[in-house]
């Protein structure tokens, strides 16, 4: 029977864990700090460990991950996912970072996938060299901790140090370049250039001036040798955004590079060998542009050896709150005065679908600091598009949590009381995924339930 040790300092997330995880018939025990979690390891061989990462203590979830990852694969837990976490996760050899509140299954199908993996190795496992990922990283520019930014910020973590090309997909707006400029910079290139070019800005006897440089006299008005952007990108990383804007003769070329590793300038007798990582984006269907023949099938599977599906902002709407306030950071610079938004304005920007995406969402923040009449933007201040009735009237059904849960300033009691009918009705009465999402067992969830005077059962 295979062996688990879950850590957290909550002890109803550790009992939680450990009744999920004893439902598949696998033996656990807990420990709710790191010095206790280290005494269990030194009497049982564990075959997996599950920490929280923040474990309120000098040892973190990362350092107790050092002691571990030799032994037994180690999935970490936190409730503050975002991309640098999941990077440092990855790069210190964790077999899997989870975002709270988890998924039952997502916990089930990550540690059975580890024990597997446990059971196949014979000796230490062999961790990711860290020297794989650059030793510190700025911001990545993403906001979000929706459950699909988790699981990008992850694929992102995992394709950064290879040398593989990687399409990255998504509708106009949804930030694939940031995708891109990510993964460069949390590989082993990031000291060397990121060169972008938008394939789709150019015509073709342009692009491929750009991409492969030229030499003096090859064409009127080139009156020296010049690299190509291939080359400027030597031992870093070509960004080619919009790729299924490119013509069938330019997609031979670029096949052609990807399979030789060697570019030849425009009107040049001689090629030069390119050693550059190439990352690609499209909003556009490249299998349909396959079956289609308006773009080359090899140069499709050269391309999509990984591919990134980028999210539109209407699959990550919890995202939204978030990201408004990054932008409001940005626009109070602008006027010159420190900015809020209102719950009813806030409530609008969340139930729109924003076809623009990212992009759109930040001009609209803008607008709306540009036209607010004082400090807090009221739905006034908004543009027209997100003044119609329609609009309004879906907002209003669907509030902020944040209006029904404090808008009266209730009493702490008061507040927890709300918030577990909010969770219970976001659940439909769910009760193993409300106590998933509160962080409790299902007995405490009863305790809760039965202190307020709320029946589970309704």
Known sequence: MSRILVIDDDAASCELLKEILADQDWRVETAQNPQRALELAKRTKFDLVISDLNLESKTTGLDLLQE????????????????ETAVEA?????WDFISKPFKVDEVVASARRALEQSKRSSGPLEATPPEEFPASYEGSGFVGRSAVMI???????RVAP???TVLI???SGTGKE???RAIHKHSPRAQFPFVAVNCGALTETLLEAELFGHV??????????????WEEAQHGTLFLDEIGETSPAMQVKLLRVLQEGEIRRVGAAKSTQVDARVLAATNRDLEKEVKAGTFREDLYYRLSVVTLQVPPLRERRSDIPLLVERFLQLASKNVGKRLKISEPALAILVSFDWPGNVRELEASVEYAALHARGTEIQPDDLSPKLQTPELRARASRTPS??????ADLPSLDELERRYLLHVLEAVNHNRTRAAEILGVDRRTLYRMAERFGLKLDE
């Open 401 to 406: 949590p944040l209006v029904a849960l404090y």
């Open 162 to 164: 290879a040398r593989s």
């Open 169 to 171: 997909v998504g509708e």
């Open 178 to 180: 940031l995708v891109a």
């Open 68 to 83: 571990f990852r030799d032994i037994c694969p180690v999935i970490l837990v936190t409730g503050f996912g975002t991309l």
């Open 90 to 94: 990855s790069r210190e050899g964790a």
């Open 151 to 157: 699981g990008l910020y992850k694929e992102i973590a």
């Open 216 to 229: 003096r006299g090859s064409f009127t008005g080139a009156v020296s040798d010049r690299k190509g952007l």
